[in-house]
C-alpha cells in the first residue's frame, strides 16, 4: 500500500489495489450490515412504544430520536468516538464507535418509519379485528401489522441504503472503508478521475440495485383502501 | 466521575474560531440553498421535457447523486479541480459540491410539485390566453412550490447538517473550527455536545418557522 514516492513520480493504480478496494467494500458492508440490523430490532422498538396510547410513554422515545435525527452524523460519531472514552474511561476502538453510532442513528429513523406505517392504517382495520374476536395483541399481529409492514418495506430500503451512504463517515474515523481507501489511492495515484471513479461506481453498484427494489415495491404497494 | 468544563468557551481565541466556523456555515448553506434550488428546478423541469436525452439526462443525475455519498462526491471535486487546473478555495468547492447533491432531493420533491398541477390547469390558462411563460410564472410555479414546501424545507434542514462534512475538506465551518478546538484543550465530549445540541437547535427552529409558514401557504387542491 505504502509506496514510495520519488522525484515527483507517482506510483500507478497496481493490481494490489484490487484486493485494497475488495477488503474495503467488506469494511462498509461489515459495518453496514452490522448496524443495520442492530438498528432496525431498535427502531421497531422505539416505534411501537411511540404507537402507545398513553401521551408520556409515547413521547419518551422521541427524547433519543429527535437529538440523532436533528443532528449531523458526523458530530454524532465524533461524540461516540473521542467524547464517550474521555468520560467513561474506557478505550473504544473504532468499530465499535461506528457500530454503535450507526445503529442508533439508523434507529431513530426506523422508529419513525414503524410508526408511520402503523398509524397510517385505518382505525377499521383494528375495529374489523375485534368484530372477528381478535384481541389486542392478536388484532395487532394478524390484522395491523401485516399491513403496515407492506407500507414499511419500501420505505426500509430507502433508508437503508441511505444509511449506506452514510457509512463512508467512518472513513472519518480512520476506519478503511471504500471511501477511506480512495481517498489514500488518489492521493498516491495522482488520478483523482480514475480513483473516484472506481468509488462511485463501487457505492452505486451496491445502492442502484436497492434503490430499484424500492421503488418496484412502492408501486406495488401504493394503492388506497 | 467525569466533570463537564466549558471554561474554553471564555477563551477570545476560540470564540473568534467559533464565529470564522458560523460565518462560513452560514455561507455554504445560504449559496447551496440558493443554486442547489436552481440546479434542482432546472432538472425536474428536463425530466418532464418532452425531448428523450434530456428526460435520461435527469433520471441519471438524480440516481447518481443518491446513490453515491455526499463525502466521496466533496472528495472528487476536491481531488480532482486541481487536476485539471482550477485551484479553488475549499470553501467554494464545498459550494459547488453540497449544490449539486442537494439539487437531487429537491429535484425529487419540484417533480412531485409539478406533477400536483394537473391538466385542466394548463387548459384553463390557455382558455385565459396565457403565454407558455405567463402559465408557468403565475399557474405552475405557485401551485407547486405550494406543495413542495414542507418537503423542501426538510431537504433544506438535511442540507444544514450535511454542510459539517465540509470539515473534511479543510473548511473551518462550524464542525471544522470544533475539531481544531478540541485538538487544542481536549474536551472532545463537551465540545461535540455542545455542537449537537446546537445543530439540534437550528433545526427545530427552522421546522418551527416553516410549520408556521405553511399554515399560511396552504391550499387544498
Known amino acids: 500500500m505504502q509506496e514510495v514516492h520519488v522525484m515527483g513520480q507517482y506510483s500507478q493504480l497496481a493490481v494490489g489495489d484490487i484486493y485494497t478496494f475488495l477488503e474495503a467494500c467488506g469494511v462498509t458492508l461489515l459495518v453496514t450490515l452490522v448496524s443495520l440490523v442492530l438498528g432496525t430490532l431498535l427502531g421497531t422498538a422505539l416505534g411501537l412504544v411511540r404507537c402507545s396510547k398513553n401521551k408520556i410513554i409515547s413521547s419518551l422515545p422521541l427524547i433519543i430520536m429527535e437529538p440523532l435525527r436533528n443532528s449531523p452524523l458526523v458530530v454524532q460519531l465524533f461524540l461516540v468516538y473521542?467524547?464517550?472514552?474521555?468520560?467513561?474511561?474506557?478505550?473504544?476502538?473504532?468499530?465499535?464507535?461506528?457500530?454503535?453510532?450507526?445503529?442508533?442513528?439508523?434507529?431513530?429513523?426506523?422508529?419513525?418509519?414503524?410508526?408511520?406505517?402503523?398509524?397510517?392504517?385505518?382505525?377499521?382495520?383494528?375495529?374489523?379485528?375485534?368484530?372477528?374476536?381478535?384481541?389486542?395483541?392478536?388484532?395487532?399481529?394478524?390484522v395491523i401489522f401485516r399491513q403496515a409492514l407492506r407500507l414499511l418495506i419500501p420505505q426500509a430500503i430507502t433508508l437503508y441504503i441511505n444509511q449506506l451512504q452514510c457509512s463512508s463517515m467512518i472513513s472519518l474515523i480512520s476506519l478503511r472503508d471504500i471511501c477511506r481507501i480512495g481517498q489514500l489511492v488518489s492521493v498516491r495515484t495522482m488520478q483523482p478521475f480514475l480513483v473516484w471513479g472506481i468509488v462511485f461506481a463501487l457505492y452505486y453498484v451496491i445502492s442502484f440495485p436497492l434503490a430499484r427494489l424500492a421503488s418496484y415495491l412502492e408501486k406495488r404497494v401504493n394503492f388506497s383502501y | 466521575?467525569?466533570?463537564?468544563?466549558?471554561?474554553?468557551?471564555?477563551?477570545?481565541?476560540?470564540?473568534?474560531?467559533?464565529?470564522?466556523?458560523?460565518?462560513?456555515?452560514?455561507?455554504?448553506?445560504?449559496?447551496?440553498?440558493?443554486?442547489?434550488?436552481?440546479?434542482?428546478?432546472?432538472?425536474?423541469?428536463?425530466?418532464?421535457?418532452?425531448?428523450?436525452?434530456?428526460?435520461?439526462?435527469?433520471?441519471?443525475?438524480?440516481?447518481?447523486?443518491?446513490?453515491?455519498?455526499?463525502?466521496?462526491?466533496?472528495?472528487?471535486?476536491?481531488?480532482?479541480?486541481?487536476?485539471?487546473?482550477?485551484?479553488?478555495?475549499?470553501?467554494?468547492?464545498?459550494?459547488?459540491?453540497?449544490?449539486?447533491?442537494?439539487?437531487?432531493?429537491?429535484?425529487?420533491?419540484?417533480?412531485?410539485?409539478?406533477?400536483?398541477?394537473?391538466?385542466?390547469?394548463?387548459?384553463?390558462?390557455?382558455?385565459?390566453?396565457?403565454?407558455?411563460?405567463?402559465?408557468?410564472?403565475?399557474?405552475?410555479?405557485?401551485?407547486?412550490?405550494?406543495?413542495?414546501?414542507?418537503?423542501?424545507?426538510?431537504?433544506?434542514?438535511?442540507?444544514?447538517l450535511t454542510t459539517s462534512t465540509c470539515f473534511s475538506i479543510t473548511v473551518v465551518e462550524l464542525m471544522g473550527a470544533s475539531k481544531i478546538i478540541n485538538g487544542r484543550v481536549d474536551r472532545p465530549f463537551e465540545i461535540y455536545l455542545l455542537l449537537l445540541v446546537a445543530y439540534c437547535c437550528i433545526t427545530f427552529l427552522i421546522s418551527m418557522i416553516s410549520k408556521a409558514v405553511d399554515r399560511k401557504i396552504a391550499i387544498t387542491l
Not at chain 1, 121 to 128: C, K, R
Not at chain 2, 117 to 131: D, I, M, P
Request: proline residues 4%.
Open chain 2, 1 to 160: 466521575m467525569y466533570r463537564l468544563s466549558f471554561r474554553f468557551l471564555e477563551n477570545p481565541q476560540y470564540q473568534e474560531l467559533l464565529k470564522e466556523g458560523v460565518i462560513n456555515t452560514l455561507i455554504i448553506t445560504f449559496f447551496c440553498l440558493i443554486f442547489g434550488f436552481l440546479i434542482g428546478l432546472i432538472v425536474a423541469m428536463m425530466r418532464r421535457s418532452k425531448m428523450k436525452v434530456l428526460r435520461g439526462f435527469g433520471a441519471f443525475w438524480v440516481d447518481f447523486l443518491r446513490n453515491t455519498p455526499f463525502l466521496v462526491q466533496l472528495f472528487f471535486f476536491y481531488h480532482s479541480l486541481p487536476r485539471l487546473g482550477i485551484e479553488l478555495d475549499p470553501v467554494i468547492v464545498s459550494i459547488i459540491a453540497l449544490s449539486i447533491n442537494t439539487s437531487a432531493g429537491n429535484c425529487e420533491v419540484i417533480r412531485a410539485g409539478l406533477m400536483a398541477v394537473k391538466k385542466s390547469y394548463y387548459e384553463c390558462a390557455a382558455a385565459l390566453g396565457l403565454s407558455t411563460f405567463q402559465t408557468v410564472r403565475h399557474v405552475v410555479l405557485p401551485i407547486s412550490l405550494r406543495v413542495a414546501f414542507k418537503p423542501l424545507v426538510s431537504n433544506f434542514v438535511n442540507l444544514i
Open chain 1, 82 to 142: 473521542y467524547g464517550l472514552p474521555m468520560v467513561f474511561g474506557i478505550l473504544l476502538d473504532a468499530y465499535p464507535a461506528a457500530i454503535l453510532t450507526l445503529s442508533l442513528n439508523t434507529a431513530a429513523f426506523f422508529a419513525v418509519l414503524v410508526h408511520n406505517s402503523i398509524t397510517a392504517i385505518p382505525v377499521s382495520q383494528w375495529e374489523a379485528g375485534y368484530a372477528l374476536g381478535h384481541g389486542k395483541a392478536s388484532t395487532f399481529v394478524n
